[in-house]
């Protein structure tokens, strides 16, 4: 770094240009970095005072897949409590019918359960399709995923599971669009948050199809936005980062590793704020590094994380065999 200094020094033109080239650097970040700080400062602590609780009550019905567990789960309890009418979409009836009691508990809202495996591809969606017939649904979150049981290189794994992967993670956000949709811009308005990932920030390897998946619901929501959020419509692209799910294998919470009622607490309020939101403040600020850093910089420190998690979780299965 010294021998650059001194070489700047004999070649003032060049000094200047690096400077200039340097400037013009924080000059791009800054442009992108404030308003997107000020976006989350209004999400995450500015949200009460756009009251979006009356916004929801507005809508009869929500639809919500993955509905079983996790943020799904969470989501569906929210809006009922709300006030609006939930459909648990997910592939074990029993599960869903604990939820269903969990929200029946706890408020006085109407509960319809739809079981459809989400793997299974196309041969889903005309009894999905039919069970929500008639129904005013206002609200769809598309939340249902599938990941890896750890991370693993792309070989790996078997081709299989890596359709399941790609199956669930795109073709149900797609589908339950479609079948949504019309819906909502028959009435003139409507909510869709597609549950996505801090992954679709960032490639990740050895969750490589995972990520991709993620990439593929941020593309296709951005598309969407442009095309239908003028006709009433607000649709999210939701980006958390770890949560602790059972997908996940993740049980003990921290200020980074949020609880699904927590996370869902939070991402909820920056409906109708944030087109693209991390949903808490805790995950914006990982955002916010992952978009400053360079992707050189930080590749290798998140690989190097990933095969530890890999050796961790190898080493955890060989202890129960």
Not at 107 to 126: P, R, T, W
Not at 144 to 165: G, H, M, N, T, W
Not at 274 to 300: C, N, V, Y
């Amino acid at each position: 770094m010294e021998v650059l200094f001194q070489y700047l020094d004999q070649y003032p033109m060049m000094r200047n240009f690096v400077f200039l080239l340097g400037s013009l650097y924080v000059l791009k970040i800054m442009v992108w970095l404030i308003p997107l700080m000020w976006g989350d400062v209004k999400a995450y602590l500015l949200s009460g005072l756009f009251h979006m609780d009356m916004k929801f009550s507005q809508y009869k019905w929500a639809v919500v897949t993955g509905a079983s567990d996790g943020i799904g789960k969470q989501y569906a309890i929210a809006l009922a409590k709300f006030g609006v009418n939930v459909v648990l979409i997910s592939r074990s009836e029993d599960k869903l019918k604990a939820v269903e009691k969990e929200i029946l508990d706890q408020c006085n809202m109407l509960v319809k359960i739809v079981v459809a495996d989400f793997s299974e591809g196309a041969n889903i969606y005309d009894h999905i399709r039919m069970e929500l017939s008639g129904l005013e649904v206002g609200i769809l979150i598309n939340n249902v995923a599938a990941c890896y049981d750890y991370p693993e290189y792309f070989l790996e794994i078997p081709s299989e599971r890596l359709q399941q992967i790609v199956t669930i993670n795109t073709a149900s956000v797609v589908m339950m669009t479609k079948i949504i949709l019309p819906v909502m811009l028959e009435r003139k308005k409507g909510i869709i948050v597609n549950v996505s990932s801090i992954g679709s920030t960032f490639p990740l390897p050895l969750y490589t199809v995972y990520s991709a998946t993620k990439k593929y619901i941020d593309y296709f929501t951005a598309s969407l936005q442009y095309e239908y959020s003028n006709r009433g419509v607000i649709i999210q692209h939701l980006q958390p980062s770890t949560v602790a799910t059972k997908m996940l294998g993740i049980e003990q919470t921290s200020f980074t590793v949020l609880s699904p009622k927590k996370y869902v607490r939070d991402a909820i309020s920056t409906i109708g704020i944030q087109d693209r939101s991390f949903g808490t403040l805790a995950h914006a600020l990982q955002g916010w590094i992952f978009k400053i850093l360079p992707e050189w910089f930080l590749m290798p420190f998140i690989f190097k994380a990933e095969i530890n998690m890999k050796r961790e979780a190898i080493r955890k299965l060989q202890q129960k065999q």
